[in-house]
């Protein structure tokens, strides 16, 4: 092995620079050539990427985002793309391919990795809803900025009597929702995996009100609150979900009940910026570092799963099957303390 390449697609989150940390290291390390490839399975399309090296990674570790850029594309959804990226590896020399991505990217990942191409998948998303692993990297510093939301919404709702709604991102699974609603301390949360109940909602706002003159509500962007008004799709058939506005209609319904002052936050894409936290960092490189490991021994259509606190490998065709979801044993957490 010779040469191997790096993508990063999807939403961007904190943990992916350490991921290409690792994975650019290990290689170098090994005398492999590293190509950075540009805003994901784009780049793949139309050749576009850099050479990673020392000097390119430096500095990347505490850095949110991804150096590499990324995008939502799918070759799948262009006319010859699936082709076009087969001869990309020609084209280019590569001998495999890191994809770190979530369901989208690792998706398309399974798919070419059974049409014969070498890929390892790493699996991220600040949604922490894949299949095969207990946590991706992204998920800690979202859910670490959520919390953060709360407590500064706290003191507003506090000061002015007044009950805060925040909406927080989540596309199929309400692990941020969650999170930020038990770490906040939240009088309500509202995700998709809670069943949609306005009077227990309303009460709990009301009677939080009446102890201590404020309440806070979390509410996750994948609660469905009627049929959906979205107008938006990206080339994997997803909807804009934040032009759903949720928190804002929650909170509308809240004071029309309630006659209480009631405002709305989104808090969107703040959630996926930022440096990645220690969590995040160290997953991210354990990732990165394995995968590049598991492509130089040979393997592929695997992805680099995190069980019991354990890098282990999981096929990447487990990513088709569904979103790992917030258990009622989770719910029953939150009644606990609301
Ligand atoms: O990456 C997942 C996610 O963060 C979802 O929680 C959210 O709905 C979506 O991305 C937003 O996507 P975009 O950045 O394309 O607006």
């Known amino acids: 092995m010779k040469t191997v390449a790096i993508l ?5 989150c904190p943990g992916l620079n350490p991921a290409i940390y690792g994975a650019t290291k290990y290689a170098i390390k090994n005398g492999i050539k590293v190509l950075g490839i540009i805003e994901g399975w784009k780049g793949m399309l139309e050749r576009d990427f850099i050479v990673l090296n020392e000097d390119s990674i430096s500095d990347i570790m505490g850095q949110g985002g991804t150096i590499l850029g990324t995008s939502r594309t799918n ?5 010859g ?16 391919l890191l994809t770190a991505g979530g369901d989208d990217t690792l998706g398309v990942s399974a798919k070419l990795s059974e049409m014969g191409l070498p890929i390892v998948g790493i699996p991220k998303t600040m949604d922490n809803d894949l299949l095969g692993t207990d946590f991706t990297f992204g998920f800690d510093s979202a859910a670490t900025v959520a919390i953060d939301a709360v407590m500064r919404l706290r003191d507003t709702a506090k000061s002015h009597r007044r009950v805060m709604v ?20 939240a009088d309500y949360t509202l995700i998709p995996e809670r ?32 049929e959906s008004n979205g107008t938006e799709f990206d080339e994997f058939g997803h909807e804009n979900l934040a032009k759903r506005d949720v928190g804002q209609r929650v909170a509308d319904t809240i004071a029309k009940k309630t006659g209480l002052v009631t405002r709305s936050a989104k808090l969107g894409h703040i959630e996926r910026g930022g440096p990645p936290t220690l969590f995040d960092r160290i997953l991210g490189l354990r990732s990165g570092v394995t ?3 598991w492509l ?6 695997v992805m680099t799963a995190m069980q ?26 939150l009644e606990v303390i609301e």
């Open 8 to 12: 990063t697609g999807g939403g961007d």
């Open 75 to 79: 070759p799948f959804s262009r006319e």
């Open 81 to 96: 793309g699936a082709a076009t990226v087969k001869d990309t590896f020609e084209t280019l020399s590569i001998n495999g």
């Open 166 to 185: 925040l909406e927080v991102m989540g596309r199929h699974a309400g692990w941020v929702g969650l999170y930020a609603g038990l770490g906040g301390y």
């Open 195 to 226: 069943d949609l109940n306005w009077g227990e909602l309303i009460e709990a706002v009301e009677s939080a009100h009446k102890k201590r003159k404020h309440a806070i509500v979390v509410v996750s962007e994948g609660v469905k609150l009627s």
């Open 291 to 293: 995968a590049m490991r």
């Open 296 to 301: 130089i021994e040979g393997k592929t259509g």
């Open 308 to 333: 019991r606190n354990e890098i282990i490998e999981v096929p990447l065709s487990i990513v088709a099957q569904g979103n790992r979801n917030v258990g009622q044993d989770w719910v029953e957490l």
